[in-house]
């Protein structure tokens, strides 16, 4: 039997037994559970709101009810053009309304951020109702901006890490090279003195063969020194980051037997010496991966200075790289060339070449400006 068939006093139960089931379920939600109408003159109403608006708001269902507006007065200055937005949106498209904002809760003295979802419906004459609920999210939003500002940290510490270790590895080149380095030097022209003076007294072959040998030694304990220290740090560094970049390429073609090319725009990029260090480290990272992963037969790496940014794009024809080894958890090269460039306030992507391969696209910001040039090498 259909409730339109009971008598009177029937139906009134069977509505007051649908009532007290509405709001048992509504009294267990969490947050606030409303109807919002907007009339086609701009005017607002709370039809319904549930107990949790005391909670949430501060301001009783009663309060509410009676100055809709208030609501709108307690969302803070700066993220009411979002809120009015959002609304508009959602009755344009005629979907859902989601909005996250902050209120001021003048109960506590306090800031609240809330989520509000609700589902628009059209009424007759251009009015609008949403029905819907507000949560309290402050603890979540307190949560990420914990996560966003210990994220921060670390990416602080890990570029002064970076900045350290740099000058460790520069320091500690200049050492083998001024101080072993030179040390060889004296022990080859000593050597060498030697050598001489025994021819001129004539003596046994072997011992003869003896400083020969102790000579060849030494010349290849000198390119060992030489080949250790620019690993730490290219010197040519010091001549800016073009001439660096030239010299790993070169060493790069030379050692990894794959076709490289170098192009610039100009030779002064207009980055400081922390900023071409770490573009150059990415550089050798990107080449390291290429000669390791890529199966690659030509290389090609391209520097710009444009108007506002630096660009370094290093393109191979290789395998290319699958998204499941980005997300490897021992992607370190990976992990550490992007963290670099983060660091620097840049952007790295990593895109698939025309043809086949991979594309490695760095750009960091720098403070002089200029025309943009075309590249040229």
Not at 115 to 124: S, V, Y
């Amino acid at each position: 039997m259909s409730t339109a068939a009971l008598p009177p006093a029937d139906l009134a139960a069977e509505l007051a037994q649908v009532r007290a089931r509405f709001d048992a379920i509504v009294s267990n939600t969490p947050g606030l559970v409303y109807q919002f109408v907007r009339e086609a003159d701009g005017s607002v109403a709370f039809p319904y709101l549930s107990d949790g608006c005391q909670a949430l708001l501060g301001l009783a269902p009663a309060d509410l009810h009676a100055a809709p507006g208030r609501f709108l007065e307690l969302i803070l200055p700066e993220d009411r053009g979002s809120y009015l937005d959002a609304m508009q949106a959602s009755a344009n498209a005629l979907r859902s309304w989601n909005w996250e904002g902050r209120i001021w809760v003048d109960a506590w003295k306090d800031v609240k951020w809330i989520n509000l979802r609700a589902t628009p419906h059209a009424l007759p004459g251009g009015a609008m109702r949403w029905d819907g609920m507000m949560t309290n999210i402050t603890e979540s939003k307190q949560e990420q901006q914990e996560v966003r500002q210990s994220r921060a940290r670390l990416a602080e510490l890990s570029a002064h890490t970076d900045r350290v270790k740099e000058q460790e590895r520069a320091r500690i080149a200049r050492e083998i090279h001024d101080e072993l380095g030179g040390n060889l030097t004296a022990i080859k022209m000593a050597l060498a003195m030697l050598a001489v003076r025994l021819d001129g007294i004539g003596i046994d072959p072997a011992l003869r063969e003896r400083t020969d040998y102790l000579d060849s030694l030494v010349d290849r304990t000198i390119d060992a020194v030489h080949r250790i220290s620019l690993d730490l740090r290219p010197a040519l560094l010091d001549l800016g980051l073009v001439a660096a970049l030239e010299w790993q390429v070169r060493e790069f073609d030379k050692q990894a037997g794959i076709e490289t090319t170098f192009s610039y725009n100009q030779r002064d990029m207009g980055l400081d010496e922390d900023q071409s260090t770490a573009l150059f480290r990415v550089a050798q990272e990107a080449l390291t991966n290429i000669a390791k992963h890529a199966e690659a037969s030509r290389v090609s790496v391209k520097l710009a200075r444009l108007r506002h940014y630096v660009s370094l794009k290093i393109t191979d024809d290789g395998r290319g790289i699958r998204q499941s080894d980005r997300a490897k958890p021992a992607s370190f090269g990976l992990r550490g060339m992007v963290e670099r460039t983060r660091a620097l306030g840049g952007t790295l992507t990593l895109s698939h070449a025309p043809g086949g391969g991979t594309v490695v696209a760095i750009k960091i910001r720098h403070e002089s400006t200029g025309t943009e040039a075309t590249i040229a090498g």
